[in-house]
């Protein structure tokens, strides 16, 4: 096939997909070392402009747990991580804060720059989350934030209003005390507390591997009870085990599709939303719903 045809082609295998999410919220949880490539995070900011433009409603929730790393480290602070959840005491939250804030800025410049309208927000705007203190098996690990509630209001004045909110992980306690929150949290609870359709994780890894030694066990399609199974079964580490228990929570709060896609693959959001095999690992409720039918993917 010539590759104008082909081109033509690809834009048509796309068309479902538009249907499909016409005016559906969908949440890109965007962190990790794809953040670090400036071109790369160009690619992704694109995508998430053009979900826009063909009628999607993008909401972009960001990391940056690399670049606190690295500002503390500037500044001699050493990072402590328990169970993937970053140790925060007071000087951490306040790097922490002022982080987030300028990669949350800077995605926004990258979003308004394409011609979409973007506002950049944190969980304390509009006490969009607030928290309570969260302690891992007892172990005080300092200002880090349990969700225990989302108010949707000012996300979904944005969203009416045509802006794609892009919102940082901090949020207060009733107190109004600052936390620290694990970001893949942050995207989960937003997710399900806007009724969002899809809920895509952008990591630095292919997707879930069975065997994490075994690059040819990616798992295309991961189904509630089989996530259960793996999930206890000691091959998954890191922060895989925080995501992939977000990715449960969010498909049985009613998100109906949660997906974790590699995103140093340029354009990996077009290629999962809009071509009929899709990437990564996708966690469903039942497989059933990916048989016999492309649309269902
Ligand atoms: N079974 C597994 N499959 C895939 N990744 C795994 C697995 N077990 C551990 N991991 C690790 O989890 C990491 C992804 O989590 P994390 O670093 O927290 O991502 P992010 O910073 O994008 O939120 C991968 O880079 C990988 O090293
Ligand atoms: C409590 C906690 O761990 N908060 C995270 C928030 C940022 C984050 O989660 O960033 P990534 O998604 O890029 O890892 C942190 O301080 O690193």
Redesign the pocket.
């Known amino acids: 096939m010539n590759q104008i045809l082909l081109k033509a082609q690809t834009l048509i295998e796309a068309l479902p997909y538009i249907q499909k999410f016409n005016n559906k919220k969908v949440v890109v949880k965007y962190?990790?070392?794809?953040m670090l490539d400036e071109s790369l995070q160009l690619n992704v900011i694109k995508d998430v402009a053009l979900l826009k433009l063909v009628g999607m409603q993008p909401i972009i929730v960001h990391?940056g747990?690399?670049e606190i790393t690295k500002w503390l480290g500037l500044l001699g602070h050493e990072s402590r991580f328990v169970e993937?959840l970053r140790v925060t005491d007071e000087q951490t939250m306040e790097v922490a804060e002022m982080v987030l804030g300028k990669v949350n800025k800077n995605l926004v410049q990258m979003v308004e720059k394409l011609g979409v309208k973007a506002v950049g927000i944190s969980g304390k705007d509009g006490s969009t989350l607030k928290v309570e203190k969260r302690t891992v098996n007892g172990q005080d690990i300092g200002f880090v934030g349990n969700i225990k509630e989302v108010n949707a209001d000012l996300i979904n004045t944005l969203i009416d209003n045509n802006f794609v909110p892009v919102i940082a992980p901090i949020g207060l306690d009733d107190n109004y005390q600052n936390y620290n929150i694990n970001?893949?949290d942050a995207a989960c609870a937003v997710a399900t507390a806007i009724g969002a359709e899809k809920l895509v994780?952008?990591?630095?890894?292919e997707?879930?591997?069975?065997?994490?030694q075994d690059k040819s066990s990616l798992i295309s399609v991961l189904t509630l009870d089989k996530a259960d199974e793996l999930l206890d079964s000691g091959?998954?580490?890191?922060?895989?085990?925080?995501?992939l228990k977000n990715c449960v929570d969010a498909v049985k709060n009613g998100v109906n599709r949660v997906h974790i896609l590699d995103?140093r693959i340029e354009h990996c959001l077009l290629l999962e939303f809009f071509t009929n095999k899709g990437i990564g690992t996708a966690i469903i409720d039942k497989k059933s719903m990916f048989e016999n039918e492309t649309i269902e993917k």
């Not at 994780?201 to 890894?205: C, G, N, R, V, W």
């Open positions: 962190g990790g070392s794809a990391g747990g690399k993937g970001a893949d994780f952008l990591t630095d890894i997707g879930v591997y069975a065997d994490p091959f998954i580490g890191g922060g895989m085990l925080p995501k995103g």
